[in-house]
């Protein structure tokens, strides 16, 4: 019901825009030769609105992916380098709740890592809002920060790397079967910022899937059941996404396509210094507005990456 309120919703939109379409003829035949500069005012406002409608529609055609629609689970972990990469990753984390907000998404943090000394190992959100997954999906990959270092007192320059995941929400609509034997669910305290308990109970809940060793935490929630199904979410998630990487790495295979493992080479850099540039290797796209990109601004380097994926689709 979900699904077909949605399509409902993108059909009325393009029906509704045809209208306006038809009605701006009807008008501009009827005002042709007449010197009312009233009328001529308002279609051309009309025409603006149109304008602008489409290329909001556009931008959704963008979005071919089944699970595009849905909403995302995103995880930051901090690469090596200690307190730089950790507060990189903080400040990643701060980026896309800024992000989120602009979108009107509903954000929920479901487990956080802090750092030693300062910023974060690692935090898992789930992002809740329509396209939340196809809009984030242009994010995975690893991001790198080049800046004058806050932590170093000789003020060296310092590159630090930070690994983006994005999954899809799949809920309950992939029969992923996980036997209880293959799970070790184990209980502990939840703490907040710094160690500090906030919790006298066993609230927080780490679930191991032995088979594949993805190992998924979740200590938000007050109790234990709530925490329980929220990792379960996040596991099956994961099934999922690794389930579909193992397909598509098999067809590149057969393909005899390059596949490419691990971390692999940065997707986008961040430079704060000597210059302020924050540039896409995969479409070229850069800005030298870095403290709007930090503050959230991620939607031109988004819409440039899905163009740039249906340009490759078609070529392919």
Not at 99 to 115: C, M, S, V, Y
Not at 188 to 208: L, W
Not at 290 to 297: K, M
Request: charged content about 30%; overall charge negative; proline content about 2%.
């Amino acid at each position: 019901m979900q699904d077909l309120s949605r399509l409902n919703e993108e059909v009325g939109r393009w029906e509704d825009m045809q209208l306006r379409a038809r009605d701006g003829l009807d008008l501009a035949e009827l005002i042709v030769g007449e010197d009312d500069e009233s009328l001529v005012e308002d279609l051309s406002a009309e025409v603006v609105k149109l304008e602008a409608d489409l290329s909001r529609e556009e931008f959704q055609l963008l979005f071919s992916d089944k699970h595009d629609a849905k909403d995302a689970i995103l995880a930051i972990h901090a690469g090596a380098g200690g307190t730089e990469s950790q507060d990189w990753a903080e400040m990643l984390l701060r980026m896309y709740l800024r992000w989120a907000e602009q979108q009107r998404f509903k954000t929920q943090i479901l487990d956080r890592t802090g750092g030693e000394e300062a910023g974060i190992k690692s935090v898992t959100i789930e992002v809740k809002g329509p396209y939340a997954y196809g809009k984030l999906k242009a994010e995975r990959g690893v991001h790198r920060l080049v800046r004058l270092s806050p932590f170093d007192s000789a003020h060296r320059r310092h590159t630090s790397f930070a690994l983006i995941e994005v999954l899809p929400d799949i809920g309950k609509e992939i029969d992923i079967q996980v036997s209880p034997d293959d799970l070790r669910v184990d209980c502990f305290r939840a703490s907040g910022h710094g160690g500090q308990n906030v919790q006298k109970n066993d609230t927080a809940v780490r679930m191991t899937h032995l088979p594949t060793g993805i190992v998924v935490a979740c200590q938000n929630e007050r109790s234990q059941a709530q925490n329980r199904e929220l990792a379960m979410k996040v596991l099956l998630a994961r099934l999922y996404d690794l389930e579909r990487t193992r397909q598509e790495e098999e067809k590149a295979k057969l393909k005899g396509e390059h596949v490419e493992a691990g971390w692999g080479n940065q997707i986008r850099s961040y430079v704060l210094h000597p210059y302020n540039m924050v540039k896409d290797h995969r479409t070229g796209h850069e800005t030298g507005n870095t403290g709007a990109v930090l503050d959230g601004d991620l939607n031109p380097f988004i819409e440039a990456y899905l163009r740039s994926q249906v340009g490759a689709g078609e070529n392919g």
